[in-house]
């Protein structure tokens, strides 16, 4: 069964924003780190942001730091990737991920695929005028 659910891709022009979800099913969230990956076609899968299951710690890829937000809203049990100052170079499937479970204060985040054990479909973002 599909335990996490992506939505909110679509297409945007440069500079405007768009914000994806992604929800548990089955998941408590809170237990699992999420990730938020790209890809495009002929590259490998490589990682946007992710953050703790605890909010803890965060990482973001250089190239969306300061454009590009992970949030958490336990009550809904969805993560959000919030997108600003979209650029053409963004255009990608975007996925989300979860690692775990854990619990208690640790705040560790893993930056690549292999750490992730649960995927979402994927979602198109196409950033162009």
């Known amino acids: 069964q599909l335990q996490l659910v992506e939505s909110g891709g679509g297409s945007v022009q440069p500079g405007g924003s768009l914000t994806l979800s992604c929800t548990g099913r089955?998941?408590?969230?809170?237990?699992?780190?999420i990730g938020w990956f790209r890809q495009v076609p002929g590259k490998e899968r490589e990682v946007v942001t992710c953050?703790?299951?605890?909010?803890?710690?965060?990482y973001y890829a250089n190239s969306v730091k300061g454009r590009f937000t992970i949030a958490r809203d336990s009550a809904k049990n969805t993560v959000y990737l919030q997108m600003g100052g979209l650029k053409p170079e963004n255009t990608a499937d975007y996925y989300c991920?979860?690692?775990?479970?854990?619990?208690?204060?640790?705040?560790?985040?893993?930056?690549?695929?292999?750490?992730?054990?649960?995927w979402g479909l994927g979602t198109q973002v196409t950033v162009s005028s």
């Open positions: 991920a979860a690692d775990g479970p854990y619990s208690g204060g640790g705040e560790s985040v893993h930056d690549t695929p292999n750490n992730y054990n649960s």
């Open positions: 089955g998941l408590n969230l809170d237990h699992y780190g």
């Open positions: 953050t703790s299951h605890n909010d803890g710690n965060r």
